[in-house]
C-alpha cells in the first residue's frame, strides 16, 4: 500500500493535473451516501465525519473513504488547523488496500 503525505501531494499534483483526475473521476458511476456526522461525547463541538464512496459497475472497481475530525479550537488553544483528515483507497472488488494519503492536503486544492 503506497503513502502520500502532503510534501509528495506537492511535489506530484498540479492543478491541470488535477482537473484531468476529476473529470475522470467524475465520468465514473459513483455510490456516495450521506457523510456520516458524529458528535464527539467528550466535546459537543468537536466532530467525526466519515464520507464512504464507491464506483461501479465498471472496468475496474474502487471503495474509498476520507475520515476528518473537526476541532474548532484547535487553532486559538494549540496553534494548529482545526480540520484533519485521511482518505483510504481500496479495490473495488477484492477490498485490498491501495493508498492512503493526508486528506486535509488534498482537499486544499477544492478552495
Not at 503525505?5 to 456516495?32: E, N
Not at 477484492?94 to 493508498?99: H, I, K, L, R
Amino acid at each position: 500500500m503506497q503513502h502520500f503525505d502532503a510534501d509528495h501531494i506537492d511535489r506530484a499534483m498540479t492543478f491541470p493535473l488535477l482537473v484531468d483526475v476529476l473529470d475522470r473521476a467524475f465520468a465514473a458511476q459513483w455510490t456516495t451516501p450521506d457523510r456520516v456526522h458524529l458528535t464527539m461525547s467528550q466535546d459537543p463541538e468537536k466532530y467525526l465525519l466519515l464520507m464512504p464512496s464507491w464506483t461501479g459497475p465498471g472496468e475496474r472497481s474502487y471503495t474509498g473513504i476520507k475520515v476528518a475530525t473537526v476541532h474548532p479550537q484547535n487553532s486559538t488553544l494549540h496553534g494548529i488547523t482545526s480540520i484533519h483528515a485521511l482518505y483510504y483507497l481500496m479495490d473495488g472488488e477484492t477490498g485490498v488496500p491501495f493508498v492512503w494519503e493526508y486528506g486535509e492536503k488534498a482537499a486544499s486544492w477544492a478552495k
